[in-house]
T-cell receptor
């Protein structure tokens, strides 16, 4: 799987949009971008994923650049409950090999939402 | 559905003791996995399984054994605990096929003295 690079930490004011960047310059054409987050001491939680089109769900939006070398997770109106570590992961989807089920988590970005 | 359930939530062991961390899921997921998380680091994959009777090693398998006799259960065994195995352990599961969404348990915090 392609390697990702994320800032170590970010701050965001409560009620403002949080924009979390991720660089994945070695991404392959069949690799998807996934975002998870981990609130302190809890198990990671899935947020969103996409291939090349922008995606939106009830939690967030995912913007992927046209060359797919980077992406941005957007939390439109950050709340204190969004304070967490956010992980950006790229992996192949649909490959039948057992290894395709693995997700490699890096160190992520620690987002602090400030009142 | 309870989702992914891990037991125990906390455990203290002495060096050389053995124990099993339990993981059960009630979503009929084919894939299950174990991760460990150490301070300041991301999650590292220990072992995983793509179905009953099938297991494979992840990034950091040494010192751990797994088995998958049923779809629901995926226990992680420490045969001779070492202080380096002090960590928080997470079990996760997902459906087979294309979906990548992993469902995680709440974690098991293990301390080896």
């Amino acid at each position: 799987d392609a390697k990702t690079t994320q800032p170590t930490s970010m701050d965001c004011a409560e009620g403002r949009a949080a924009n979390l960047p991720c660089n994945h310059s070695t991404i392959s054409g069949n690799e998807y971008v996934y975002w998870y987050r981990q609130i302190h001491s809890q198990g990671p939680q899935y947020i969103i994923h996409g291939l090349k089109n922008n995606e939106t769900n009830e939690m967030a939006s995912l913007i992927i650049t046209e060359d797919r070398k980077s992406s941005t997770l957007i939390l439109p109106h950050a709340t204190l409950r969004d304070t967490a570590v956010y992980y950006c992961i790229v992996r192949v989807q649909g490959y039948s090999g057992a290894g395709s089920y693995q997700l490699t988590f890096g160190k992520g970005t620690k987002l602090s939402v400030i009142p | 559905n309870a989702g992914v359930t891990q037991t125990p939530k906390f455990q203290v062991l002495k060096t050389g003791q053995s124990m099993t961390l339990q993981c059960a899921q009630d979503m009929n997921h084919e894939y299950m996995s174990w991760y460990r998380q150490d301070p300041g680091m991301g999650l590292r994959l220990i072992h995983y399984s793509v179905g009953a009777g099938i297991t494979d090693q992840g990034e950091v398998p040494n010192g751990y054994n797994v088995s998958r006799s049923t779809t629901e259960d995926f226990p992680l065994r420490l045969l001779s605990a070492a202080p380096s195995q002090t960590s928080v352990y997470f079990c996760a599961s997902r459906q087979g096929g294309a979906s990548g969404e992993l469902f995680f348990g709440e974690g098991s915090r293990l301390t080896v003295l």
